[in-house]
């Protein structure tokens, strides 16, 4: 029903194919809305923001407010707990690198230590870090470097024969006293949704000073985000996902925890006083946006979050699910092995799978002189295929555009390529 909306679907591949594009959790392809109206910025109303005041500097300025504005209210939060940056990556690494600065400045005489409640971010080696087995790189370096950098601990949740993130008394045990948890809401790897609700409700008990972070980037394209009823103190995600532009992303963080977190990047944007031997910040978000920010991809943002919402979660679930129960039948294929359960409930439209030795890129390629666009490899999430004992899998993800049509391609391909590997390996065994 959407799928006219998106321009690629009409444009022939370079090959000749006609693109069956089932890569969405890697990233999302655009609508006309998102790409009309950059065409549209770039064209007619292109300047910078925050620097001046000529007409079309207001109006891009206003735009950026009003992204702002439309963000929160998309996650049930407040304009003054949204930071633009790069991506879920920047995002998720801004936090990060604030917890270390703190760190850093905390007895010196700065501005930071001076003004901002620094000693709430204290790490050192009784610090707990809590992240989870199934975390995408992105969620997980980040920590392991700022362990390396304080001392602190890390551990992880592990997750369960299905890779779901175990919330059992014992794992959940883990949490007690931890400073950081850090968890994905929905893997890229098995489709899971984490039971945040469980987590949160057990470390606001059992661990008091701990900021809890959500990695939503996967859920943010599915399922509604609601970070003030899921009780959180970050949340990180791409906007590229989101059937809106690359090179934008967003940090939520609750604006009593904010309000604490001293920059990170610095030069233009962020300050309020600048001397030549030192400077002073603004208040949050803006003390976090340091530098002309990525404006058209703004402009795009509120493209993508209107239209998102004219398309509505109700529709987006109920299709995506009527989808999937399609897609699951990739269990039936000879060889086929999907990572995590094969059932439909608690998951999203993202399924990994195996097929006995066959390398996932030849899967891959295999698809792609059909014209089926998957991903392959390790996902960025080595520890949940290291769980799996395997190192890569080819993986497909839906998005709103899809249909039947492309499951049933998907679901021949890959028959084809079971039965042309297993042809394959008989003849190399001697057998027919
Ligand atoms: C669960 C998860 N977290 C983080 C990221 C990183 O997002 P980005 O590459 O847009 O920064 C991804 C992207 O694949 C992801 O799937």
Redesign the pocket.
């Given at each position: 029903m959407y799928r006219k909306d998106f321009p690629i679907f009409d444009a022939p591949l370079g090959n000749g194919q006609e693109l069956i594009y089932l890569d969405s959790?890697?990233t999302a392809q655009k609508p006309n809305a998102v790409i009309d109206a950059m065409r549209e910025f770039y064209s007619a109303t292109y300047s910078t923001v925050n620097r001046s005041t000529y007409y079309l500097e207001s109006l891009a300025t206003e735009n950026y407010e009003l992204a702002r504005a439309k963000l929160a209210d998309f996650i049930n939060a407040d304009a003054t707990e949204i930071v633009f940056t790069s991506?879920?990556?920047?995002s998720l690494n801004l936090i990060a690198d604030s917890f270390l600065n703190a760190n850093l400045l905390l007895e010196t005489s700065s501005w930071e230590a001076e003004n901002l409640d620094l000693a709430r971010f204290k790490l050192d080696a009784e610090s707990k870090i809590i992240v989870t087995e199934a975390e995408?790189h992105?969620?997980l370096v980040p920590w392991q470097q700022l362990c390396k950098k304080t001392g602190a601990k890390l551990y992880a949740l592990p997750v369960d024969s299905d890779g779901v993130i175990k919330t059992d008394t014992v794992s959940l045990k883990l949490l007690h006293d931890a400073k950081i948890v850090a968890l994905?809401h929905v893997s890229?790897v098995t489709g899971a949704i984490t039971d945040v609700e469980t987590i949160v409700k057990y470390a606001r008990q059992h661990a008091k000073n701990a900021f809890i972070v959500l990695?939503a980037?996967?859920s943010v394209p599915h399922i509604k985000l609601n970070v003030k009823k899921l009780d959180i103190d970050f949340a990180a995600f791409?906007l590229?996902?989101l059937y809106g532009p690359t090179g934008l992303?967003v940090l939520y963080a609750k604006h009593e925890v904010m309000k604490d977190m001293p920059p990170t990047k610095t030069g233009g944007s962020v300050i309020e006083y600048v001397g030549i031997d030192s400077a002073t910040f603004r208040l949050a978000p803006q003390r976090f946006e340091a530098g002309t920010p990525n404006i058209e991809a703004i402009i795009g943002a509120i493209a993508a979050v209107d239209y998102i919402n004219s398309v509505g979660f109700e529709y987006i679930m109920s299709h995506e699910n009527d989808l999937l129960e399609h897609l699951l039948e990739l269990k039936n294929i000879a060889q086929a092995r999907i990572l995590g359960t094969a059932a439909k409930q608690n998951r999203i439209g993202v399924v990994s799978f195996t097929l006995d030795d066959i390398h996932p890129h030849e899967i891959g390629q295999f698809l792609d002189s059909k014209g089926i666009a998957i991903r392959v490899g390790h996902h960025?999430a080595q520890p949940i295929h290291r769980h799996f004992g395997i190192p890569v899998s080819a993986r497909a993800s839906l998005g709103i555009y899809n249909n039947h049509d492309d499951i049933d391609k998907l679901l021949d391909a890959v028959k084809q390529v079971s039965a042309f590997f297993a042809q394959r390996t008989a003849r190399g065994s001697g057998r027919t």
């Amino acid at each position: 029903m959407y799928r006219k909306d998106f321009p690629i679907f009409d444009a022939p591949l370079g090959n000749g194919q006609e693109l069956i594009y089932l890569d969405s959790a890697a990233t999302a392809q655009k609508p006309n809305a998102v790409i009309d109206a950059m065409r549209e910025f770039y064209s007619a109303t292109y300047s910078t923001v925050n620097r001046s005041t000529y007409y079309l500097e207001s109006l891009a300025t206003e735009n950026y407010e009003l992204a702002r504005a439309k963000l929160a209210d998309f996650i049930n939060a407040d304009a003054t707990e949204i930071v633009f940056t790069s991506g879920a990556t920047e995002s998720l690494n801004l936090i990060a690198d604030s917890f270390l600065n703190a760190n850093l400045l905390l007895e010196t005489s700065s501005w930071e230590a001076e003004n901002l409640d620094l000693a709430r971010f204290k790490l050192d080696a009784e610090s707990k870090i809590i992240v989870t087995e199934a975390e995408h790189h992105a969620d997980l370096v980040p920590w392991q470097q700022l362990c390396k950098k304080t001392g602190a601990k890390l551990y992880a949740l592990p997750v369960d024969s299905d890779g779901v993130i175990k919330t059992d008394t014992v794992s959940l045990k883990l949490l007690h006293d931890a400073k950081i948890v850090a968890l994905t809401h929905v893997s890229n790897v098995t489709g899971a949704i984490t039971d945040v609700e469980t987590i949160v409700k057990y470390a606001r008990q059992h661990a008091k000073n701990a900021f809890i972070v959500l990695d939503a980037c996967q859920s943010v394209p599915h399922i509604k985000l609601n970070v003030k009823k899921l009780d959180i103190d970050f949340a990180a995600f791409s906007l590229h996902k989101l059937y809106g532009p690359t090179g934008l992303g967003v940090l939520y963080a609750k604006h009593e925890v904010m309000k604490d977190m001293p920059p990170t990047k610095t030069g233009g944007s962020v300050i309020e006083y600048v001397g030549i031997d030192s400077a002073t910040f603004r208040l949050a978000p803006q003390r976090f946006e340091a530098g002309t920010p990525n404006i058209e991809a703004i402009i795009g943002a509120i493209a993508a979050v209107d239209y998102i919402n004219s398309v509505g979660f109700e529709y987006i679930m109920s299709h995506e699910n009527d989808l999937l129960e399609h897609l699951l039948e990739l269990k039936n294929i000879a060889q086929a092995r999907i990572l995590g359960t094969a059932a439909k409930q608690n998951r999203i439209g993202v399924v990994s799978f195996t097929l006995d030795d066959i390398h996932p890129h030849e899967i891959g390629q295999f698809l792609d002189s059909k014209g089926i666009a998957i991903r392959v490899g390790h996902h960025c999430a080595q520890p949940i295929h290291r769980h799996f004992g395997i190192p890569v899998s080819a993986r497909a993800s839906l998005g709103i555009y899809n249909n039947h049509d492309d499951i049933d391609k998907l679901l021949d391909a890959v028959k084809q390529v079971s039965a042309f590997f297993a042809q394959r390996t008989a003849r190399g065994s001697g057998r027919t």
